[in-house]
């Protein structure tokens, strides 16, 4: 599985941002940091499953600096995408 730090990479250099303007949320400085790392791996980890039939391949999850939404769904530039905005 990719790193948090991977997939921002990776969606940067596919040319997709987070929506609204917003920025890749880096946590590791925030007191929070243990918790969003255990749900990225959580999320990312059933995204990645092959035996659910989903057909959403690839499918990535990462965090919007952006506070003024809880999350959503979309797919852009052949990836389907879920982004979580920081709290």
Do not use: H
């Not at 040319?15 to 940091?33: C, H, K, T, V």
């Not at 999320?43 to 499918?59: H, K, S, V, Y």
């Amino acid at each position: 599985m990719k790193s948090y730090k991977e997939v921002c990479e990776e969606l940067s250099n596919a040319d997709i941002a987070p929506i609204d303007g917003g920025n890749f949320f880096q946590f590791e400085d925030s007191p929070l940091a243990r918790y969003y790392e255990l749900f990225f791996q959580w999320g990312q980890e059933f995204l990645e499953r092959t035996d659910l039939g989903l057909n959403i391949t690839p499918a990535l999850i990462f965090y919007n600096a952006d506070n003024r939404i809880n999350a959503c769904a979309y797919t852009k530039n052949g990836y389907s995408l879920i982004e979580v905005n920081q709290v």
